[in-house]
């Protein structure tokens, strides 16, 4: 937690992780036990983090002077399930930079 790395990291896995929940388990209990709260509880922490992960996000690229794709790389990985573990998986493939 104390580089640029694994500040992105961290905040990549719980991003990752309340969007898996917010998918799997909140949104499946909203709509087939009717119980709508899982959705305002874990949406509401998922709506905290996936803004903490842009944060890092423009931060690791500004620091490493990223091109355009990977940003947007990045980016889309916050919008797709399982995207912010593979794109943490590519960038360590890559040496982060």
Known sequence: MKTITGRFRIAGIWEGISFLLLLLVAMPLKYFADISSAVA??????GILFPLYLIALVHIAIVHKWKPVRWFMGVLAGF????TFVF???L???DWK
């Open 88 to 90: 943490e998986s590519y």
């Open 92 to 94: 360590r493939k890559r």
């Open 80 to 83: 797709l399930p399982f995207g």
């Open 41 to 46: 509880v874990v949406g509401m922490i998922h």
